[in-house]
């Protein structure tokens, strides 16, 4: 099955967004611009149509087919990701104690930074338990950007 990709231009950088009939596999930031769509699946154009929505405010949750690509633990806390309201925060331990084992916060730490569909799968609402934010592979400014733009 072949692997599609399509761009869009967000107000805190460029995204690659990959998928196929399966569904999206990746919602990336890239440090710089893309070289342009030709042809773009429609699948892809559903993806990029909801997050430039959620980027102009419009959209509060995403109704795309995602195909996650990971270990089963990973996938587990991918999902419980998807769970956190548009909105809202929840810290590492949160998450960890609502899959049942309050040690495994580094563990949490370590799928989140790996999440490969960002947005869609919301790793920036997860937070310390202090409230600062920690932890974000594609920076602690955009981190910041999504969260304020969520308020």
């Known amino acids: 099955m072949s692997l599609h990709a399509a761009y869009i231009d967000s107000p805190i950088g460029w995204i690659e967004i990959k998928g196929n009939e399966l569904g999206v596999s990746s919602v990336l930031f890239l440090e710089n611009m893309p070289k342009k769509n030709v042809d773009v699946h429609p699948l892809l154009k559903n993806v990029a149509a909801q997050l430039e929505e959620y980027f102009a405010g419009k959209r509060t949750f995403f109704d795309v087919k ?86």
């Open 66 to 151: 995602i195909n996650l690509e990971g270990s089963d633990f990973q996938k587990n806390v991918w999902r419980k990701l998807c769970e956190i309201p548009f909105g809202k925060t929840l810290s590492y331990l949160d998450i960890a104690l609502a899959l049942g084992d309050k040690n495994a916060t580094r563990a949490i730490g370590n799928a989140n930074g790996k999440n490969p569909i960002s947005i869609i799968v919301p790793c920036h609402r997860v937070i310390g338990k202090s409230g600062k934010l920690v932890g974000y592979a594609c920076g602690l400014s955009r981190k910041q950007w999504l969260i304020h733009h969520e308020k």
